[in-house]
């Protein structure tokens, strides 16, 4: 026999209909995920580079105390760019130091096999763009910035 789509109304075989919850209840749960989802991208976009921006901050306090061996061996060298170099661009008064009292990293973004991490030196007007390798951790200077290079 064929199945009953409506009940009777007259003997109360039907179903009770739901009550309808007010539209703000209604909203509660789909606004929660969607601000736990920004709150996860956001913290996936602050630490997605942590490693390298933490690279670039040991290398700063290594200028920052003198240490210029130990930064210059984070920094990518080669026979081009020696040690003498390295002093001249970041050494007491090198090219990028020269004034400096506070650095510190402000943005980065990554590009493939390499982050470029941005470096804001209070006496140049623009931040400096520093690209680190994501295998070797190792520093050099980027070809893109997107700001223009001080």
Known sequence: MAEKLIGSLIYGEHETPKKSRPWQQALKVPVTIGLVLIFIGGLAYKFANFREEGRVRLLIEAIRNAQYDVAYQNWDADARYTMNDFLQDWGKDGYYTKGMHDARVTDSNGKGS??????TIDSLKYPV??????????????PISKYPSP
């Not at 390499?114 to 470096?119: E, G, L, M, Q």
């Not at 763009?129 to 980027?142: M, Q």
């Open 129 to 142: 763009a520093l690209r680190v390798d994501k295998e070797t951790l190792k520093i050099s200077f980027s």
């Open 114 to 119: 390499s982050v470029v991490v941005y470096v």
